[in-house]
C-alpha cells in the first residue's frame, strides 16, 4: 500500500513542479511576447508618422519641401527606434513605385521589398506579419505606404530565452525530482514500518488467539454436555463464537494482504457464477432475488481462493444492506480489464463516509455494533484481495443504488 503511496507522492510532486514550471513558463514567455510586439508596434508607427518622403535616398525631388521630422522618443525607447531596422515603399495611387528604402542593407531587394508591398495592398490589410517582417500601411496625401520593420534580432532573442528557460527549467526539475525521491522515501518510510508492524500484529494476534478461543470452545461444549442447559454457558458459547469468527476475519485480512498467493489462469465467470448460485437461497429465504449478466469463459491469472472470497465478500454486503428486493452482479471485458460490478438498492452514504468504507473495522452505521458477526473486515480483506491482483475496487452511491465495482487485469 505504501508503495503505491511513495509512487504516488512523487507523481503528485513531479506533477506539480511541471505544472508550475509550464505555468510560468507561458506566463513568462506571453508577457514577453506581448511586450516587444507592442514595443515594435509601436516604433512601426512611429517610423511610419515620421516617414519624410524628400529624405528617403533622395528619390523625390526638391527636399527644400521636406516637412520637419516628429520628435523621436528619449530614452531607451530612442536607443531601440534607432537600433531597429525600418524599410518602407511609396506607392502612388495608380500603383507605381514613387520610393524604396532597404534600410540601406542588403537583407532585401528593392524588388522584394515593392512585390511584398504590392501584394499587401491587394489584400487590403492594414496590418500585419510577412515573415520577420511586421508592417502597418498608411495612406498620404497623393501616396500610399507601406513602412515594415525587421523582427529577426526579437525573435531570435525570444527564442534563445525560451531555449535557455526550457534547459534550466529542465534541468532543475530533474534535480527537484531527486529531492522529491529522497523525501518522499523519507516520509514513508516511517510509515511503511509502523503499517509492517501493525499488519504483524495483527497476524501474530489472530494466531495467539485462535488456540485459546479453540480450547475454550471445546470445554464449553464439553460442559454443556454435563450439565445441559444454561443461560451463563450459553452466553458464553455465543461470545466464544463471536470471537472466533473475528479471529477468522483477521486470519483472512492478515493473508489477503501479507500472503503472496498462487496465481493461475482461471474462468472468472465460473467463480462468480458459482458464488451467485451459493447466495440465491439466502436471497430468497430473505424475499429478494440475485440478477445476474454474466458471460462465459472470461479468464484472469489469478487466486481462486481470494477472488471467491471477494466475490462472496460483495454478494454478502449487498444482500445486508440492501433495501430493495433486487441485487444485481454483472460481470464484462473493457479493453485489457475484467469488471465485476454488484448493486443494490439503499440509502445513499454520505461522502465523507464514502471513503473510508475500505478501512479495517469501518461501519457506516456505528449503531449496528458487530451485527450478525460482521465487524467492519469484509471490504478491507476485498479491497486486498483486488490488489494482489494488480486491480481495483470503487463504490459510487447514488439514485438509491449502492455499486461497488472491482476491476481486474487480465494478464
Not at 247 to 255: E, N
Not at 335 to 361: C, Q, W, Y
Amino acid at each position: 500500500m505504501f508503495k503505491r503511496s511513495r509512487k504516488k507522492i512523487i507523481l503528485s510532486i513531479m506533477s506539480s513542479l511541471v505544472l508550475l514550471f509550464v505555468i510560468t513558463l507561458s506566463v513568462i514567455m506571453l508577457a514577453s511576447y506581448r511586450e516587444l510586439r507592442m514595443r515594435d508596434s509601436r516604433m512601426l508607427d512611429r517610423f511610419a508618422e515620421s516617414y519624410d518622403p524628400y529624405q528617403q535616398n533622395g528619390t523625390w525631388n526638391d527636399p527644400g519641401m521636406a516637412p520637419d521630422r516628429p520628435e523621436l522618443p528619449p530614452g531607451e525607447e530612442r536607443r531601440d527606434f534607432q537600433l531597429s531596422t525600418f524599410y518602407s515603399v511609396a506607392l502612388a495611387e495608380d500603383g507605381s513605385v514613387l520610393a524604396v528604402d532597404n534600410g540601406e542593407k542588403d537583407v532585401y531587394t528593392t524588388d522584394e521589398l515593392t512585390a511584398m508591398a504590392k501584394s499587401i495592398l491587394s489584400e487590403s490589410k492594414s496590418g500585419g506579419r510577412v515573415g520577420n517582417l511586421s508592417y502597418v500601411v498608411r495612406g498620404r496625401q497623393g501616396y500610399t505606404l507601406v513602412a515594415f520593420m525587421d523582427n529577426t534580432v526579437t525573435e531570435s532573442s525570444l527564442s534563445m530565452l525560451l531555449r535557455n528557460v526550457l534547459i534550466i527549467g529542465g534541468a532543475s526539475i530533474i534535480v527537484l525530482f531527486f529531492i522529491a525521491l529522497i523525501l518522499a522515501n523519507r516520509i514513508i518510510r516511517p510509515l511503511e514500518e509502523n503499517d509492517r508492524k501493525q499488519k504483524q500484529f495483527i497476524s501474530d494476534a489472530s494466531h495467539e488467539l485462535k488456540t485459546p478461543v479453540a480450547v475454550i470452545g471445546a470445554n464449553a461444549d464439553l460442559l454443556s454436555r454435563e450439565i445441559g442447559e444454561n443461560e451463563w454457558l450459553a452466553n458464553i458459547q455465543y461470545e466464544n463464537d463471536r470471537m472466533g469468527e473475528l479471529v477468522r476475519q483477521l486470519l483472512d485480512l492478515s493473508r489477503a494482504e501479507s500472503a503472496e498467493p498462487v496465481m493461475e489462469p482461471l474462468d472468472l465467470s465460473r467463480i462468480v457464477m458459482g458464488e451467485v448460485l451459493a447466495f440465491e437461497s439466502l436471497a430468497f429465504e430473505q424475499g429478494k432475488t440475485i440478477r445476474s449478466d454474466i458471460p462465459e469463459d472470461l479468464r484472469v491469472t489469478g487466486s481462486q481462493s481470494l477472488l471467491t472470497q471477494l466475490v462472496s465478500i460483495l454478494l454478502d454486503n449487498a444482500l445486508r444492506h440492501s433495501t430493495g428486493d433486487e441485487i444485481s452482479v454483472t460481470l464484462q471485458r473493457q479493453g485489457h480489464t475484467v469488471m465485476l460490478t454488484v448493486s443494490n438498492e439503499g440509502a445513499a452514504i454520505p461522502p465523507e463516509k464514502l471513503e473510508h468504507l475500505f478501512d479495517r473495522f469501518y461501519r457506516v452505521d456505528e449503531a449496528r455494533n458487530s451485527e450478525g458477526r460482521h465487524y467492519g473486515l469484509g471490504l478491507s480483506i476485498a479491497k486486498a484481495a483486488a490488489e494482489k491482483h494488480g486491480g481495483s475496487i470503487d463504490v459510487t452511491s447514488g439514485a438509491g443504488r449502492i455499486c461497488f465495482t472491482v476491476l481486474l487485469p487480465v494478464k
